[in-house]
C-alpha cells in the first residue's frame, strides 16, 4: 500500500507536462483574443472611414450653386470609392430652407442616387428639426445622410456567453450650409425657381 501511496505523491508532484497542457487551454484564448481585436479595430475603422466620407460628399456639395441630377448620383460612386470594403452603401441629398414666417421648413429638393433610401418629403423634413440647428430666415443647409453596412469578417461570440460583433449599419447626418450662395439647388426642381 505504501508503494500505490508513494508513487501516487510522484505523480501528483511530477510537473514536466504542466507547460504542454497550460499552452492547449490559453493557446485557444489567445487566439480568439487577436481575433476579436482585429475585428473591433475594423469596426472603428469602418465607423471613421464612413463619417470621413460623409463630411467630403457634405463638403463638396457646400461648394455648389446648383446641382445637377448626373451630380447628385455621382456622389454615390464617391461614397463607394471612399469607403471600400463595404457591401453596401446608401446616400441621402436633401437641401432645406427656413420659412420664418410660417415657423417652417421648405423642401429645395431631396434625391438618394439609385432610389436606395425614399427622397425625403415636405411633412417629413419637419420630423427632422430637433436634428438641424437654429437658421435664420431664409436660410437654408444641405443635409447629407449615409448608411454604410459593415459585415464582421469572423464571428467573435464565445458558444452563446458573449454576442461577439453582429452586421450592423453605420448613419451619419451630416448638415452644412453652403459656402457661396444663399441656396443649392437641383436643376429644374420647382422649388429653386423663384
Not at 500505490?4 to 504542466?18: K, M, P, T, V, Y
Request: charged fraction near 20%.
Amino acid at each position: 500500500m505504501t508503494r500505490l501511496r508513494n508513487s501516487i505523491r510522484a505523480f501528483a508532484r511530477d510537473e514536466s507536462g504542466a507547460l504542454l497542457a497550460e499552452a492547449l487551454i490559453l493557446l485557444p484564448m489567445l487566439i480568439w483574443g487577436f481575433i476579436a481585436l482585429v475585428v473591433y479595430w475594423d469596426v472603428f475603422r469602418t465607423i471613421n472611414v464612413s463619417q470621413k466620407a460623409a463630411y467630403s460628399i457634405s463638403d463638396l456639395l457646400s461648394r455648389q450653386g446648383v446641382v445637377n441630377t448626373q451630380f447628385v448620383d455621382g456622389l454615390s460612386n464617391v461614397l463607394q470609392f471612399l469607403t471600400p470594403g463595404v457591401p453596401d452603401s446608401r446616400l441621402r441629398i436633401t437641401s432645406i430652407e427656413y420659412n420664418a414666417r410660417d415657423d417652417r421648413y421648405e423642401l429645395l429638393f431631396s434625391r438618394s442616387p439609385g432610389g436606395k433610401v425614399p427622397a425625403h418629403t415636405q411633412t417629413t423634413i419637419q420630423t427632422l428639426r430637433p436634428r438641424i440647428p437654429v437658421l435664420a430666415d431664409l436660410e437654408s443647409v444641405i443635409i447629407v445622410e449615409t448608411w454604410v453596412d459593415y459585415r464582421p469578417r469572423f464571428d467573435t461570440g464565445v458558444l452563446n456567453f458573449t454576442p461577439g460583433v453582429s452586421d450592423q449599419t453605420f448613419t451619419q447626418f451630416i448638415v452644412t450650409r453652403p459656402r457661396n450662395w444663399r441656396r443649392i439647388c437641383l436643376q429644374g426642381a420647382p422649388a429653386c425657381t423663384s
